[in-house]
Nanobody, 124 residues
């Protein structure tokens, strides 16, 4: 099992920045890809960004390209999501997730482990 704990959410004005963290523990060696997803009430969980633990290859949704940056610190078993130029549309609960293979990075139902989520609210 892998445990994931997110932190760093909060309230920020439009144009501001936040950095989310996801600390992983447990059988981390079984996790090949880490992802960030977000969800608002009544909508499906949406892919935001992903990163491969070993190579560091990254993936982004079109809606966040150029504004969000995903990174990882292998020594700390932590993945980060730096969010700049935030917009009210970025308001959501953000979830960290891990998967045990390299496929279907964009699909939330392909992930094996999930954190509890952290709220991000962007005011206009």
């Amino acid at each position: 099992q892998v445990q994931l704990v997110e932190s760093g959410g909060g309230l920020v004005q439009a144009g501001g920045s936040l950095r989310l963290s996801c600390a992983a523990s447990g059988r981390i060696f079984s996790t090949y890809v880490m992802g960030w997803f977000r969800q608002t009430p009544g909508k499906e969980r949406e892919f935001v960004s992903g990163i491969r633990w070993i190579s560091g290859s990254t993936y982004y949704a079109d809606s966040v390209k150029g504004r969000f940056t995903i990174s990882r610190d292998n020594a700390k078993n932590t993945v980060y999501l730096q969010m700049n130029s935030l917009k009210p549309d970025d308001t959501a609960v953000y979830y960290c997730a891990g998967k045990e293979n390299l496929y279907d990075v964009y699909q939330p139902d392909r992930y094996d482990y999930w954190g509890q989520g952290t709220q991000v609210t962007v005011s206009s």
